[in-house]
């Protein structure tokens, strides 16, 4: 598996628009992109520093994963994604060397990404994700 970037470090917001305002104003990044995940029941805002993007995630459906991650865990960074060259191979590798998959297969994710998440429970607590353009 070879690792190419940290493509993406995503962060539980409660509010989306609250959240914008601090990157751009107390920060100064500016918002590229705002978009709806329907099956992941989330709405991101995508911000770019040098080469790593931040993800602000909001719970669309308090039922959802960010939603019940807010709910138990409060605000805060969510996941840790990196891209891959190859996401089935990279996901194929990883379970090999007994890594429990929360996605046995690539989805879909925001930006047109195929995504899939490795559980924090193999990973030191860490949600991480692997991506690929």
């Given at each position: 598996?070879?690792?190419?970037?940290?493509?993406?470090?995503?962060?539980?917001v409660?509010?989306?628009?609250?959240?914008?305002?601090?990157?751009?104003?107390?920060?100064?990044?500016?918002?590229?992109?705002?978009?709806?995940?329907?099956?992941?029941?989330?709405?991101?805002?995508?911000?770019?520093?040098?080469?790593?993007?931040?993800?602000?995630?909001?719970?669309?459906?308090?039922?959802?994963?960010?939603?019940?991650?807010?709910?138990?865990?409060?605000?805060?960074?969510?996941?840790?994604?990196?891209?891959?060259?190859?996401?089935?191979?990279?996901?194929k590798?990883?379970?090999?060397?007994?890594?429990?998959?929360?996605?046995?297969?690539?989805?879909?994710?925001?930006?047109g990404?195929?995504?899939a998440f490795?559980?924090?429970?193999?990973?030191?607590?860490?949600?991480?994700?692997?991506?690929?353009?």
């Amino acid at each position: 598996m070879e690792l190419t970037h940290i493509e993406h470090i995503g962060i539980a917001v409660s509010n989306l628009e609250a959240s914008i305002k601090f990157y751009e104003e107390a920060l100064g990044l500016k918002c590229y992109a705002i978009e709806e995940v329907k099956d992941q029941k989330v709405r991101t805002a995508f911000f770019k520093v040098g080469q790593t993007k931040i993800e602000l995630l909001e719970s669309t459906d308090p039922e959802g994963p960010v939603g019940k991650f807010i709910e138990k865990k409060g605000e805060g960074i969510h996941h840790l994604a990196f891209a891959v060259k190859n996401l089935p191979e990279a996901l194929k590798s990883v379970e090999g060397k007994g890594v429990r998959l929360i996605d046995q297969q690539p989805r879909k994710g925001a930006e047109g990404l195929n995504i899939a998440f490795l559980h924090p429970k193999s990973t030191n607590g860490v949600l991480t994700e692997l991506c690929e353009e």
